[in-house]
C-alpha cells in the first residue's frame, strides 16, 4: 500500500504564491515518475509538471516560468512552487506517483487533492 499526502493548499491573490508538497509513504521500493496535476471545476485534469527519475521536467505551457518541481529522492517527497498565480490556475491540485512498489511492481497512485484558489 502506497500513500501521497499533498500539503500546503490554500487562498492566494493573483500574483501570490503557494508552495505545495506531496509526500509519499508505504510499501515503496523506487519512484520513477513523480509530479503534480490539476482539475478544475467542470474540465479535465491536466497535468502540470512532472519528473522522469533522472529525466528532464515537464511543464505544461501554462506554467511554464512560473511554476518549479522539485523531488526529493530519498525522502520521496516533491513539491511545486508556484508564484505569480492567477485565477486560472484555481483548482484541485493532485500529487502523482509512478511507484515500484515492493510487492505488487509498477502502480500509479494519486494523492487526495489539495484545493488551491486564486482570487482578490
Known amino acids: 500500500q502506497v500513500q501521497l499526502v499533498e500539503s500546503g493548499g490554500g487562498l492566494v491573490q493573483p500574483g501570490g504564491s503557494l508552495r505545495l508538497s506531496c509526500a509519499a509513504s508505504?510499501?515503496?521500493?523506487?519512484?520513477?515518475?513523480m509530479g503534480w496535476f490539476r482539475q478544475a471545476p467542470g474540465k479535465q485534469r491536466e497535468l502540470v509538471a512532472v519528473?522522469?527519475?533522472?529525466?528532464?521536467?515537464n511543464y505544461a505551457d501554462s506554467v511554464k516560468g512560473r511554476f518549479t518541481l522539485s523531488r526529493d529522492n530519498a525522502k520521496n517527497t516533491a513539491s511545486l512552487q508556484m508564484n505569480s498565480l492567477k485565477p486560472e490556475d484555481t483548482a484541485v491540485y493532485y500529487c502523482?506517483?509512478?511507484?515500484?512498489?515492493?510487492?505488487?511492481?509498477?502502480?500509479?497512485?494519486w494523492g487526495q487533492g489539495t484545493q488551491v484558489t486564486v482570487s482578490s
Open positions: 502523482n506517483a509512478d511507484v515500484r512498489t515492493v510487492i505488487a511492481g509498477n502502480r500509479r497512485f
Open positions: 508505504g510499501s515503496i521500493s523506487t519512484i520513477n515518475a
Open positions: 519528473q522522469p527519475s533522472g529525466g528532464e521536467i
